[in-house]
């Protein structure tokens, strides 16, 4: 039996020193001291042992009992900080990683221009009004001055929805739809958005570009309040030296109208590949609101008169930035937006 207990031991400690984890530890805790485990029925067995025998050997499986107990709690020492460093290992992080960059976003370069604008004339007293993109031909057209029919119709051909709404031309429709709501108040407003042409695209032109929109309306408006006003737009957005010149030209809304110019920022006007050697740019269409366009809007056009201008967006981009080619406006191109970064003013 002594025999028995001694193989038992070295067994049980072999098992001990052979487990990788707390698990095996256990396993092997249940196997040999636990109530159904060999040392236990060693005891069990005293029984049969004769008086003399029986303390001897209950001192012996009692030493055997300790040792394996004493070598199994040493064992699980060792084991459970093996299992701890594991786990801190697994959750380290080393601090000294660069951190991933977080990305800044920036303004669209025409959504910088477009508020830029609205900021100037927000600072003048203007509201900015909103139109839709989807407009009725009566607004986009007639109640413009630009009957059925009208030979100018064919300067702005676009996309038709159905036979009376399509996608404005222009952003001048919200000009009719601001006048018809004011019911014959004064008025002064600006209006920024999205107009549409049946263009073929190209450097310079795009089926869909941005305008902005101003109108004035009250009384004693005069042709030198739109003079003054242009100018103070010319100076913010190119300079404080610029000048800008007014050219007679058509719209069917205004009369009289004019081509705005503004002296060219680059040259400063002596004549560059800029403004093709001229020393002037044109920026914007512009003229006093047609007599019969305030009329039709409920106006009456022998008290009261009116300025209006619509700014090319994309026009004004491309000149203030030095894009070449308008397209780089809408293909979402990072290596062309990526260069506003951080050049805000
Ligand atoms: N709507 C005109 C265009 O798109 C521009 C314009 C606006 C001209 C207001 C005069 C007055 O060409």
Not at 111 to 129: K, N, P, W
Not at 234 to 241: I, P, Q, R, T, V
Not at 319 to 325: A, H, I, N, Q, S
Request: aromatic share 6%; with cysteine; charged share 30%.
């Amino acid at each position: 039996m002594e025999q028995q207990l001694k193989q038992l031991e070295q067994e049980a400690l072999a098992k001990l020193a052979a487990a990788s984890n707390l698990k095996e530890l256990n396993d092997v805790r249940v196997a040999y001291l636990g109530k159904k485990g060999p040392i236990t029925d060693l005891l069990k067995g005293m029984g049969k042992l004769s008086p003399e025998e029986r303390p001897k050997m209950g001192a012996l499986v009692n030493t055997v009992r300790e040792n394996v107990t004493a070598q199994l709690e040493a064992r699980a020492a060792v084991l459970e900080a093996q299992a701890i460093q594991e786990q801190l290992e697994k959750e380290s992080i080393d601090v000294t990683l660069p951190g991933r960059k977080i990305r800044q976003g920036n303004r669209h370069p025409l959504t910088r221009v477009v508020e830029e604008i609205e900021d100037l004339f927000v600072s003048m007293g203007y509201q900015i009004a909103e139109g839709t993109e989807v407009e009725k031909d009566y607004y986009n057209f007639e109640a413009l001055n630009l009957p059925k029919g009208h030979p100018a119709r064919d300067m702005q051909d676009t996309f038709y929805i159905t036979e009376e709404t399509l996608l404005r031309t222009h952003t001048s429709p919200v000009q009719a739809r601001t006048m018809e709501a004011k019911k014959g108040e004064p008025i002064r407003i600006i209006s920024p958005g999205k107009v549409f042409r049946r263009d073929n695209d190209d450097a310079t032109h795009s089926h869909q570009f941005m305008q902005i929109e101003g109108l004035v309306v009250g009384e004693n408006i005069r042709m030198s309040d739109l003079k003054g006003t242009l100018d103070a737009l010319a100076k913010k957005m190119f300079g404080a030296e610029r000048e800008i010149r007014l050219r007679p030209s058509f719209f069917p809304f205004t009369e009289p109208s004019v081509e705005v110019d503004v002296s060219c920022h680059k040259c400063g006007g002596s004549g560059c590949n800029v403004c093709k050697q001229t020393g002037w740019i044109e920026i914007l269409g512009a003229g006093m609101v047609h007599p019969n366009v305030l009329e039709m809007a409920g106006y009456d056009s022998k008290k009261v008169s009116g300025f209006a201008f619509g700014i090319g967006a994309e026009r004004i981009a491309m000149l203030k930035y030095g894009v070449d080619d308008i397209r780089h406006f809408y293909t979402n191109d990072n290596r062309f937006l990526s260069q506003f970064h951080r050049t805000e003013e």
